[in-house]
């Protein structure tokens, strides 16, 4: 069983140009947030989709936006970026609330704005 | 606003000692608290979990922690350090209503022979 898997790996762009991540979510589970990760801090919250929905939204500027499809795969999209935006970024899927909840991520994908 | 503090950016251990990494929060209510492993390369693994109950949760790998609802923290223990416990640990937090995740600055912990 694949857990989540996250495409490409390492990516580099240069300011100004658009980004599109990719990231498949564990198997059977319909639910998939994205999480920011800078050099030497904790991972921040950028959004997280059910239902094909942008369901909750962190403290991101609207330059990034995602996409579920309806096999719960998802995609991250960074416009107009921005040096700041060189971090590795995390996809994360989950199926149940309450006290069986559990975050299953990625191993990311490094990005670098230069 | 919520928030989730790791006071200790790195530990040293050496192998077979006892460890703690320390973890406070920033809430009103009852957080619902996770701590998770970051392994160089990979993604972040879930440890262990609180959402209520028995204040002292098991995990995997031999972790536990504790809640401490009047200290506002939820600190994470392992008796006898292993070479392979070298990583960075992350304490994270969600609040009932939301769906983010919360997570500290992480502590690196390395572990000497």
């Known amino acids: 069983d694949a857990g989540v898997t996250q495409s490409p790996t390492h990516l580099i762009k240069t300011r100004g140009q658009q980004v599109t991540l990719r990231c498949s979510p564990k198997?059977?589970?319909?639910?998939v947030s994205w999480y920011q990760q800078a050099l030497g801090q904790g991972p921040q919250f950028i959004f997280q989709y059910y239902e094909e929905e942008e369901r909750q939204r962190g403290n991101f500027p609207d330059r990034f936006s995602g996409h579920q499809f309806p096999n719960y795969s998802s995609e991250l999209n960074v416009n107009a970026l921005l040096l700041g935006d060189s971090a590795l970024y995390l996809c994360a899927s989950s199926l149940v609330r309450g006290s069986n909840e559990k975050l299953f991520f990625g191993s990311g994908t490094q990005l670098s704005v230069l | 606003a919520q928030s989730v503090t790791q006071p200790d950016i790195h530990i040293t251990v050496s192998e077979g000692a006892s460890l703690e990494l320390r973890c406070n929060y920033s809430y009103g209510a009852t957080p619902y608290l996770f701590w998770y492993v970051q392994s160089p390369g990979q993604g972040l693994q879930l440890l262990l979990k609180?959402?209520?109950?028995?204040?002292l949760v098991q995990g995997i790998k031999g972790f536990e922690a504790e809640f401490k609802r009047s200290q506002s923290s939820f600190n994470l223990r392992k008796p006898s350090v292993h070479w392979s416990d070298a990583a960075e640990y992350f304490c994270a937090v969600r609040t009932s209503g939301t769906y983010k995740y919360i997570f500290g600055t992480g502590t690196r912990l390395k572990v000497l022979a």
């Open positions: 198997s059977g589970h319909d639910t």
């Open positions: 609180y959402f209520s109950g028995d204040t």
